[in-house]
Nanobody, 130 residues
Framework: QVQLVESGGGSAQAGGSLRLSCRIS????????MGWFRQAPGKEREGVAA????????FYADSVKGRFTISQDNAKNTLSLQISNLNPEDTAMYYC???????????????????????WGQGTQVTVSL
């Protein structure tokens, strides 16, 4: 059974940093595309970052480039999202997600763009104040 458990969210002031983590278990061997998404109240869910684990390629939304960094720790089976220079527009529920099988990086990027990931965590809330 796939389990994705996010942690690290909380309240922070604008200009600060947070590091979100996603503990991964039960993901099918070979599943190699993972991403972070967020959804703010009244807004659609958006993909903020993704990683094609086997190639190491990373993808970022234009709105977060230069501030968000996605990384993986295979030994610890975790996916992380480092967020720096927080601003109030980053306030949202953040979700970790994974595709269920092996795909190439082009397909990974396409699926992330569409939010077409099969497995999702419960989310961790990030709230940024001025």
């Amino acid at each position: 059974q796939v389990q994705l458990v996010e942690s690290g969210g909380g309240s922070a002031q604008a200009g600060g940093s947070l590091r979100l983590s996603c503990r991964i278990s039960g993901v099918r061997a070979g599943a190699n595309c993972m991403g972070w998404f967020r959804q703010a109240p009244g807004k659609e869910r958006e993909g903020v970052a993704a990683i094609h684990r086997s190639s190491g390629r990373t993808f970022y939304a234009d709105s977060v480039k230069g501030r968000f960094t996605i990384s993986q720790d295979n030994a610890k089976n975790t996916l992380s999202l480092q967020i720096s220079n927080l601003n109030p527009e980053d306030t949202a529920m953040y979700y970790c997600a994974a595709t269920p099988n092996y795909i190439d990086w082009v397909t990974c990027r396409g699926r992330w763009t569409r939010g077409d990931f099969g497995d999702w965590g419960q989310g961790t809330q990030v709230t940024v104040s001025l």
